[in-house]
T-cell receptor, first 114, second 114 residues
Framework: KAGVTQTPRYLIKTRGQQVTLSCSPI?????VSWYQQTPGQGLQFLFE???????NKGNFPGRFSGRQFSNSRSEMNVSTLELGDSALYLC?????????????FGPGTRLTVL | DQQVKQNSPSLSVQEGRISILNCDYT??????FLWYKKYPAEGPTFLIS?????DKNEDGRFTVFLNKSAKHLSLHIVPSQPGDSAVYFC?????????????FGKGTTLSVSS
């Protein structure tokens, strides 16, 4: 079974631009979560999607948004980029929604904002 | 305010000895805990988990202990191997919460020397 894939792996943008990151979950997994990893804050939960619906949202500004398609693939979008948005963005999928489920992570997209 | 804390940013251990990684949490609603391991340029990999109804879970060289009254958990690796050198993240979740949101600590970098 193929793992979670994320594209692109690396991205460089400038302040004020917007960016879209993509995540393909493991086949059969319907829950997709997004996390931001920075050196100072560790991994922080952004949001989770299940069956095209946002089920949970972390404490991030509205510039961060996401969506999920009928094939469970997910995208996240960051508008009006700030220098502080430079981070590793990780996507994770699981077979069910709920706490008692292992989440499988992709390799991440490294976003650099100049 | 951090709900999951890993107070030791780093730990150095000799090969063959025991590694003990610690994690504290503040949210009494957490009832499922996980440990993830992360190598550079890769996403986190699930290691072991424990439900709040247990105080110990063992999987090979890895054992997680949970002390609910102290809101503390620890990961024991015995014996430690050089390949265990990685960043270890503690994560927690609420079973009754809609969806899946893992709250992570900032991680502990384990270095195992041969």
């Amino acid at each position: 079974k193929a793992g979670v894939t994320q594209t692109p792996r690396y991205l460089i943008k400038t302040r004020g631009q917007q960016v879209t990151l993509s995540c393909s979950p493991i086949s059969g997994h319907r829950s997709v979560s997004w996390y931001q990893q920075t050196p100072g804050q560790g991994l922080q939960f952004l949001f989770e999607y299940f069956s095209e619906t946002q089920r949970n949202k972390g404490n991030f500004p509205g510039r961060f948004s996401g969506r999920q398609f009928s094939n469970s693939r997910s995208e996240m979008n960051v508008s009006t980029l700030e220098l502080g948005d430079s981070a590793l963005y990780l996507c994770a999928s699981s077979s069910l929604t709920g706490a008692l489920n292992e989440q499988f992570f992709g390799p991440g997209t490294r976003l650099t904002v100049l | 305010d951090q709900q999951v804390k890993q107070n030791s940013p780093s730990l150095s251990v000799q090969e063959g000895r025991i590694s003990i990684l610690n994690c504290d949490y503040t949210n009494s609603m957490f009832d499922y805990f996980l440990w993830y391991k992360k190598y550079p340029a890769e996403g986190p990999t699930f290691l072991i988990s424990i439900s709040s109804i247990k105080d110990k879970n063992e999987d090979g060289r890895f054992t997680v202990f949970l002390n609910k009254s102290a809101k503390h958990l620890s990961l024991h690796i015995v014996p430690s191997q050089p390949g265990d050198s990685a960043v270890y993240f503690c994560a927690a979740s609420e079973a009754n919460q809609a969806g899946t949101a893992l709250i992570f600590g900032k991680g502990t970098t384990l270095s195992v020397s041969s």
